[in-house]
């Protein structure tokens, strides 16, 4: 990811039209070129071959990146999933505590969903984000102290059931969450989506470039290419910056539903 989208996370929803604005920017300048050279001379010959690789090419990084960003949102949505019925899990087991310790173990899920719910609200740069994620593994690291006290002081009668059901639950909430932290900042490196900006960019300026010499311009088809072309940035980037691009409630709605069964 672009330095400046890393510290400018904010501008992440304009990123798709940049790339479109950029795209037909390019398309326009090859296709003015092209008159320009038919203006001076009688002959411009394209090379057919040529413009087929970069194109080719193109189609290969776009269908790359396209691959990679919904392995990302596949797992990040598994993770949401994970997250909330863990939290889910470990607050009905919560029952097998005594009184105070369940009232402090669930009041100590509540903040650790809030917090969760709050990991990418108003972050407009990776500092940000590193700063919530800080505060929620600090508040699971509060969370996992007062498992372990509560647990050994459970009444008799539960205190295996806790052992044996409330802890592993625990455990599986501390691993899940921790996933989703680390997953928080995994992104495409830099270079990719450089190199995907640099392609599709000179892409559409052969587009424009061969449609002038060859005296095909087909302005109909030229703007379904745009708004597919368009349309296609948009999903790439919704998918990998879920939070930015999606609906809250919908890519969120499993650790609300969570929050809602809580209250």
Known sequence: MPNFIGN??????YAPLIFF???????LIGWMFGRYRLLRTDKVIVRDSLAASIF??????LGFTFSGANEHFDKRISLIRAQADAISQVYQSSKYLSPKDQIEVRNSLKVILADRLALYKEVNTFDDLNENITRLGNKLNEFN???????????????????KILRPQ????????RDGMLNARHHPPVILERFLF?????SALLSGYAM???????WFLTFIYLGLMGFALYVI????????????????????RAQTLME
């Open 8 to 13: 400018h996370l904010n501008f992440v929803k």
């Open 21 to 27: 604005v950029s795209i037909l920017a390019f398309l």
């Open 56 to 61: 080719g090419l193109s189609a290969l990084v």
């Open 145 to 163: 102290e007062l498992m372990m006290l509560s647990i050994p002081r459970a009444p008799i009668g539960n205190r295996e059931l806790a052992d």
């Open 170 to 177: 625990a455990d599986n909430l501390t691993v899940v969450l």
């Open 198 to 202: 640099a392609l599709l960019s000179i």
């Open 212 to 218: 002038a010499v060859k005296n095909e311009e087909d």
């Open 237 to 256: 980037f919704a998918l990998e910056f879920p939070n930015e691009l999606f609906p809250y409630d919908s890519f969120n709605a499993d650790l609300l």
